[in-house]
């Protein structure tokens, strides 16, 4: 019997606000999974967020679990994705993004890592997503249409919402944010 491997580990910083996020990335023969805790401001109020996202080989989100103290206040989010891409919680559907592959926590980088791995897109290669959007501190759910355009080897232009955000990341080998200005910046 083989153990499993240790998790990746990073530690990404903001600066455009106070932010810090601490990530780990397990790759399991059962899938991969992807957990944070991150820490930083909304609406002039403390928040910290911590989150899993379990997908399957194909780096496809089939669930995900979010908990945000925001201030004084905790919530959570529990989302089911079914084998229709159909998007569930506490058993309703979320017909918003019914289709939709990628999850995309706003305050974090590490979901870009999803559809950059899932499309595995060749240099010059550009491809249309969009993703379940999860706002914050609301926890609200939306459709994000997102443009990814493999620039180089290890960097990628992004694009949501027609075009009206727009930044050029760079990854490492695995797809993890090193630089995704003018906002997140990996530490180690």
């Known amino acids: ?10 530690l990404w910083t903001r600066h455009d606000r106070v932010s810090l996020e601490f990530f780990q990335l397990h790759d399991t023969p059962a899938g991969i999974r992807l957990s944070g805790t991150i820490l930083t401001v909304e609406e002039a109020q403390p ?3 911590e989150y899993t996202v ?18 004084a206040t905790t919530n959570e989010l529990a989302l089911v994705v079914d084998d229709q891409k159909r998007w569930w ?3 309703k559907e979320i017909a918003d993004v019914a289709g939709c592959i990628d999850i995309d926590i ?13 499309l ?5 290669g550009e491809s249309d997503v969009v993703a379940a959007w999860i706002h914050f501190p609301d926890l609200a759910i939306e459709p994000l249409p997102q443009r990814y355009v493999r620039s180089g080897q290890n960097h990628y232009r992004y694009a949501s919402d027609g075009g ?7 990854v490492d080998s695995l797809g993890l944010v090193v630089r995704y200005p003018p906002s997140w910046e990996r530490v180690i």
């Open 54 to 71: 379990q997908c399957d080989r194909d780096w496809a989100t089939r669930s995900a679990r979010i908990a945000v103290t925001h201030g």
């Open 120 to 124: 595995s897109l060749a240099r010059g």
């Open 164 to 170: 009206a955000f727009t930044a050029d990341i760079e």
């Open 47 to 49: 928040l910290r967020v």
């Open 106 to 118: 706003s305050v974090s980088p590490s979901t870009n890592t999803l559809p950059i791995r899932r």
């Open 89 to 91: 919680r506490e058993g």
């Open 1 to 10: 019997m083989t153990s499993p491997s240790a998790p990746t580990t990073v």
